[in-house]
């Protein structure tokens, strides 16, 4: 067993953007959607995200139609564009190395993120995470996504309770940890970094930056 544990939010906090909403503005680029209709939608989602009154079952089953009107090889060919276009030029060297810096020092890492894993999953394997935790797209016959979420979203409060899943799967609780390390820039994570012994607002949302200041937490910006 370690004796700490890291959990990394993904989006704004080891990434400069939104993952999730680049996703969006990429499929618009590729043509699989009204671009207008789907970015007003789109944009009207992430700022209730933002807002923390998110409706996390009706954005899935607004994200993932476009992948449910697709095959499979080609939704993944076109997150390997995605990827190569979008998420790898603007993956940053610090936030590579406050990764790697957890993983040798022997911590348990993981990234817990409020976005899904067809989008998130490469994404942790370029930043060498290998735990994720994030929304589980349900998968009907054959692997296809159906629009619904398996099991309890990790977001907001949600995220605690993954967390706390995934270390019961591996026999361990929150309390084996002598540290724990909470990286995140959004006030919608306050729960999990509430569980932290050492919570980090990274690239912090205003709003969190004030809870943060006012509660002595460190505050890191990867990106200035």
Same mark, same amino acid.
């Given at each position: 067993?370690?004796? =700490?544990?890291?959990?990394?939010?993904?989006?704004?906090?080891?990434?400069?953007?939104?993952? $999730?909403?680049?996703?969006?503005?990429?499929?618009?680029?590729?043509?699989?959607? $009204?671009?207008?209709?789907?970015?007003?939608?789109?944009?009207?989602?992430?700022?209730?995200?933002?807002?923390?009154?998110? $409706?996390?079952?009706?954005?899935?089953?607004?994200?993932?139609?476009?992948?449910?009107?697709?095959?499979?090889?080609? &939704?993944?060919?076109? /997150?390997?564009?995605?990827?190569?276009?979008?998420?790898?030029?603007?993956?940053?060297?610090?936030?590579?190395?406050?990764?790697?810096? /957890?993983?040798?020092?022997?911590?348990?890492?993981?990234?817990?993120?409020?976005?899904?894993?067809?989008?998130?999953?490469?994404?942790?394997?370029?930043?060498?995470?290998?735990?994720?935790?994030?929304?589980?797209?349900?998968?009907?016959?054959?692997?296809?996504?159906?629009?619904?979420?398996?099991?309890?979203?990790?977001?907001?409060?949600?995220?605690?309770?993954?967390?706390?899943?995934?270390? &019961?799967?591996?026999?361990?609780?929150?309390? $084996?940890?002598?540290?724990?390390?909470?990286?995140?820039?959004?006030? =919608?994570?306050?729960?999990?970094?509430?569980?932290?012994?050492?919570?980090?607002?990274?690239?912090?949302?205003?709003?969190?930056?004030?809870?943060?200041?006012?509660?002595?937490?460190?505050?890191? =910006?990867?990106?200035?």
């Amino acid at each position: 067993m370690t004796k =700490n544990l890291c959990l990394f939010d993904l989006d704004d906090t080891l990434l400069p953007f939104d993952s $999730d909403h680049a996703w969006g503005e990429f499929i618009v680029r590729l043509g699989w959607v $009204d671009g207008a209709e789907f970015r007003r939608r789109n944009d009207e989602f992430f700022e209730h995200y933002k807002a923390g009154t998110l $409706d996390i079952a009706s954005y899935i089953a607004f994200a993932t139609e476009p992948l449910r009107a697709r095959a499979a090889a080609e &939704a993944d060919a076109a /997150h390997e564009r995605f990827m190569r276009e979008v998420i790898v030029p603007t993956l940053s060297e610090r936030a590579r190395s406050l990764v790697r810096e /957890h993983q040798q020092r022997g911590d348990a890492v993981a990234l817990v993120t409020a976005t899904n894993d067809f989008v998130t999953a490469p994404i942790a394997q370029a930043f060498g995470i290998e735990h994720l935790i994030a929304v589980r797209l349900e998968r009907g016959p054959g692997g296809t996504i159906t629009g619904r979420i398996d099991g309890v979203p990790s977001y907001r409060e949600g995220k605690v309770t993954r967390v706390q899943e995934w270390l &019961a799967d591996r026999g361990a609780s929150w309390r $084996d940890f002598e540290r724990i390390s909470v990286y995140s820039d959004s006030l =919608n994570d306050l729960p999990l970094l509430e569980r932290a012994t050492d919570p980090v607002a990274t690239n912090p949302s205003p709003a969190l930056e004030a809870v943060a200041r006012e509660r002595g937490w460190r505050i890191l =910006n990867l990106f200035t």
